[in-house]
Nanobody, 112 residues
Framework: QVQLVESGGGLVQAGGSLRLSCAAS????????MGWYRQAPGKQRELVAR????????NYADSVKGRFTISKDNAKNAVYLQMNSLKLEDTAVYYC?????WGKGTLVTVSS
């Protein structure tokens, strides 16, 4: 059974940083494309960043380019999202994704 468990969310001031982690079990992140999505209150879930199977290609939403970095550690079977220069509009529940599998999410709240 596939499990994706996110952690690292919390409350941070605007301009601050957080690092989200996604621990995977039941799959190997080394052979799967992985992604981070987010859903803000009253909005649809949107893609934040994704990383290719081999980790050589990354894509980002325009709103986070230059501020967020996705990476994966095959040895730890984990995926990360480094978030810098956080803005109020980054407040959302962040979800880890692998194709059709989803984690339960971790809440990121950015305050002024």
């Amino acid at each position: 059974q596939v499990q994706l468990v996110e952690s690292g969310g919390g409350l941070v001031q605007a301009g601050g940083s957080l690092r989200l982690s996604c621990a995977a079990s039941g799959i190997s992140v080394s052979i799967k494309p992985m992604g981070w999505y987010r859903q803000a209150p009253g909005k649809q879930r949107e893609l934040v960043a994704r990383i290719s199977t081999r980790g050589t290609v990354t894509n980002y939403a325009d709103s986070v380019k230059g501020r967020f970095t996705i990476s994966k550690d095959n040895a730890k079977n984990a995926v990360y999202l480094q978030m810098n220069s956080l803005k109020l509009e980054d407040t959302a529940v962040y979800y880890c994704n692998s194709v059709s599998d989803w984690g339960k999410g971790t809440l990121v709240t950015v305050s002024s």
